[in-house]
């Protein structure tokens, strides 16, 4: 494995990470996400 393949198995994996939290955070009533601090197309 290449580091290119690497740093996008590591994205996959934080995008994926990410995903989950804010569904999480959805879930609970009365939460504002801050929606600036979310990684938004960075590729």
């Given at each position: 494995?290449?580091?290119?393949?690497?740093k996008?198995?590591?994205?996959?994996?934080?995008?994926?990470?990410?995903?989950?939290?804010?569904?999480?955070?959805?879930?609970?009533p009365?939460?504002?996400?801050?929606?600036?601090?979310?990684?938004?197309?960075?590729?």
């Amino acid at each position: 494995m290449n580091i290119e393949n690497l740093k996008t198995k590591a994205e996959a994996d934080i995008s994926e990470y990410i995903t989950k939290k804010i569904i999480e955070l959805k879930k609970r009533p009365g939460k504002k996400l801050p929606v600036f601090s979310l990684p938004h197309g960075k590729k």
